[in-house]
């Protein structure tokens, strides 16, 4: 098991209003699963992967990764976050200074990697999602399926345990968003990598081997 969470309960003030957008939410993610979460637009899907990956931390629940109970503002919280997680977000958020590869390398520096082994990683990946020819690209000079793939190696350069994406392909053009839906079934496929992707885009969250919908604050698994 690579990460479990029970019972997850969130609310947010607005004005004065307390919304409650996760009510008992639970799920448990195991080496070389491609989980997808579903649900209608504001249902708290996003709030729930940034608790998994512990950016955010619940108001009431247990979040256990690796083994150990894990409180997102703790020290070893911030470990695991760098260690054994990786992120991709709907917006690419690469570094507009940096090249493809120095994008790929800068969270292996970070956690104290030689700059050697880091540009070695880093290449190697992006040679994998097919960007060989674009390894010393800016983001600007890349398209929007390109600097998706930069940013999928990215969270892939540390070798995480887990990639948690919060709609990966959701700024994407069709022809794009298969193109990184393609590469994140080969990841899981041949690498066994473990995925947990929020999409509003139900007919792609059907490639997943498990589907959950986030309805009324609680996670249900579809079939």
């Excluded at 699963?33 to 579903?38: A, H, N, V």
């Excluded at 503002?73 to 997680?85: G, I, T």
């Excluded at 082994?117 to 690209?137: I, M, N, V």
Aim: hydrophobic content about 40%; overall charge negative.
């Amino acid at each position: 098991m690579i990460l479990s969470a029970r019972d997850i309960f969130k609310s947010y003030k607005d004005s004065d209003q307390v919304i409650e957008v996760l009510k008992g939410a639970s799920l448990e993610v195991s080496s070389g699963d491609l989980i997808c979460i579903t649900g209608k637009s504001g249902c708290g899907k996003s709030t729930l992967l940034y608790i998994l990956g512990l950016l955010d931390a619940p108001d009431k629940g247990e979040l256990e990764i690796a083994g150990k109970m894990i409180d997102s503002r703790s020290n070893l919280a911030h470990e695991f976050r760098n260690r054994d997680l990786g992120f991709v977000f709907q917006f690419h958020y690469l570094i507009e200074d940096l090249t493809a590869t120095d994008n790929v390398m800068l969270p292996q520096l970070i956690l104290g990697k030689s700059e050697g082994a880091a540009r070695k990683r880093a290449q190697e990946l992006l040679d994998y999602l097919g960007l060989s020819h674009r390894l010393d690209r800016y983001p600007n000079q890349l398209s929007g399926g390109e600097q998706q793939r930069v940013s999928l190696a990215r969270a892939l350069a540390n070798d995480p345990k887990l990639v948690l994406a919060d709609e990966p392909t959701g700024n994407l053009d069709p022809a794009h968003s298969s193109e990184v839906w393609k590469m994140i079934r080969d990841l899981n496929k041949e690498l066994d990598q473990s995925f947990v992707i929020v999409t509003h885009d139900h007919e792609a969250a059907m490639q997943a081997n498990k589907v959950y919908e986030l309805s009324e604050g609680v996670l249900r698994q579809d079939g």
